[in-house]
């Protein structure tokens, strides 16, 4: 189900709050985490029912592994199981099942394809449809059985574990989320009345996020559908329209899910962690990082660049570390070599930027951000592009020069809505910020409506987030 859909903002949504606190109200705790994740799981099967299954094996298994591993009294099956097995051997065990999982629906495809380039080959291919949120839900257990085996979760409730993997603002795009994040909230007697700042607030960030994707985000996929459909005929401007318009839509589609999600949960008085920064105002790759996809950068720090050695090793094993970290990272996104290289390209950046600092060297800022958008822009081609050969015509077509049409500005209103765009990213406060800012005011109110308004009038068409095909 998506969030910018009638069914959600007028069927799912209302029932799921009404139906929540009034089991709270009438003291049904039990009842309503049931409702939760009930509720959760029509939300993720409206999309395709028979992927339900799959969803709750895995959080059977990897809850039951996690449980395990974990220092608190067992029962006797877990017993025996860890006389049998030790806990390195189940937490090996369930980073398999769930690396299998997420290799098998993602990357089998991918898979084939080169083996039957490399060897000649003619083995079909399975055209396996990618269940939503599989990358999602995947990690945020692999950071729970990892979390599950340092000994750092606190509890083992089975409909709670079940309510934090399936919990419905986070299920398809994420945040990813740590247990410990989540469970002290789930269970917190706080939560358990309606708060009326939370309700503005979480309205106030559902509506922004709407309106940046169905107005902003939609408008620019429009242009980069246009532009992507022919990457060989591109001229030089036409060529940075693709790639700006592209990057702007990411922005605007990825910055909208992450408010929406965060607007909806916290009116169940849930905070999810902040996702998105202002990432397109980093004056550095690393900056980047820290304010694009933030829980996702957060997973790739914590379980894979750290458990590599992280920079703890000299400067070559840094480097290497950094790069074997964003290359996984690039598969993470996509089965394609495009994606490989995207991630590749920000490995590489990530280097050159450590090795630059190491030195004390410094860029005037103005400068510093001029690299750093230019970089991420020219990346997120080979991150768009559906094969290798349409990234490199675009690429190519950028810095052609004898292929520069100045008429072209005067030919289409785009380039001023690129600039425009490329503006609102850097002088505008974030949600988040504005959310923090806002009172609940008349004009605060009347402002929230508007936004909910224009949006809801835009939603004739059905537009998936971006995200939701990783």
């Known amino acids: ?41 029509v939300f993720y099967g409206y999309w395709n029912i028979i992927y339900i299954p799959l969803l709750l094996t895995s959080i059977f298994i990897n809850f039951s592994v996690g449980s395990a591993m974990s220092d608190a009294p067992r029962g006797k099956r877990r017993a025996k199981l860890l006389k049998t097995f030790s806990s390195k051997q189940l937490l090996l065990f369930g980073l398999f099942f769930n690396i299998a999982l997420l290799a098998y629906f993602k990357y089998t495809d991918f898979f084939l394809v080169n083996f039957n380039g490399i060897f000649g080959t003619h083995v079909p291919l399975s055209h396996i449809i990618l269940p939503l949120g599989i990358s999602f839900f995947t990690f945020t257990q692999i950071a729970f059985l990892v979390d599950a085996y340092k000994h750092e979760v606190k509890e083992y409730d089975l409909l709670r574990y079940m309510l934090f993997v399936t919990y419905f603002p986070h299920l398809l795009a994420g945040p ?11 269970s917190s007697k706080w939560n358990y009345a309606l708060r009326w ?9 559902f509506s922004i996020g709407l309106f940046k994707k169905v107005i902003i985000a939609d408008f620019f996929a429009d242009y980069a559908n246009y532009f992507y459909a022919d990457t060989i005929n591109l001229d030089m401007l036409q060529a940075w329209a693709a790639s700006l318009t592209y990057t702007l839509q990411l922005y605007f589609d990825f910055s909208g899910y992450t408010d929406m ?67 996984i990272g690039g598969i993470w996104h996509g089965a394609g070599w495009t994606y490989v290289f995207w991630g590749f390209l920000h490995g590489v950046a990530l280097v050159i930027n450590h090795a630059w600092k190491s030195f004390g060297f410094k860029l005037p800022t103005v400068f510093a951000w001029f690299i750093t958008f230019n970089f991420v822009n020219l990346a997120w081609v080979f991150f768009r592009s559906p094969t290798w050969e349409d990234a490199t015509n675009v690429v190519i077509a950028m810095f052609d020069i004898s292929e520069f ?23 505008f406060k974030n949600s988040n910020q504005w959310a923090k800012m806002q009172k609940a005011t008349l004009k605060y109110q009347l402002f929230t409506a508007l936004l909910l308004i224009i949006g809801i009038l835009y939603l004739s068409k059905v537009s998936e987030f971006i995200y939701f095909q990783f």
């Open 1 to 41: 189900m998506l969030f910018n859909s009638y069914a959600f903002i007028f069927l799912f949504l209302p029932l799921m709050l009404v139906g929540y606190f009034w089991l709270l109200h009438n003291r049904l705790v039990l009842g309503s985490k049931v409702w939760l994740v009930g509720g959760s799981l």
């Open 261 to 327: 999600a965060i607007g909806v949960s916290l009116l169940f008085n849930i905070k999810l962690p902040v996702n998105f920064n202002s990432p397109y105002k980093a004056t550095s790759i690393q900056d980047f990082w820290r304010r694009w996809h933030m829980t996702l950068s957060r997973f790739l720090r914590d379980y894979i660049y750290i458990p590599l050695g992280g920079s703890r090793k000299g400067s070559f094993r840094t480097y290497v570390n950094l790069m074997a970290t964003f290359v």
């Open 197 to 205: 700042r939370n309700i503005g607030a979480g309205l106030f960030l």
């Open 405 to 427: 049409n100045l008429d072209d500005i005067y030919d289409s209103s785009v380039y001023w809505q690129v600039i425009l765009g490329v503006i609102m990213t850097l002088v």
């Open 176 to 186: 990813i989320l740590h247990h410990k994040e989540m469970m002290p909230q789930f």
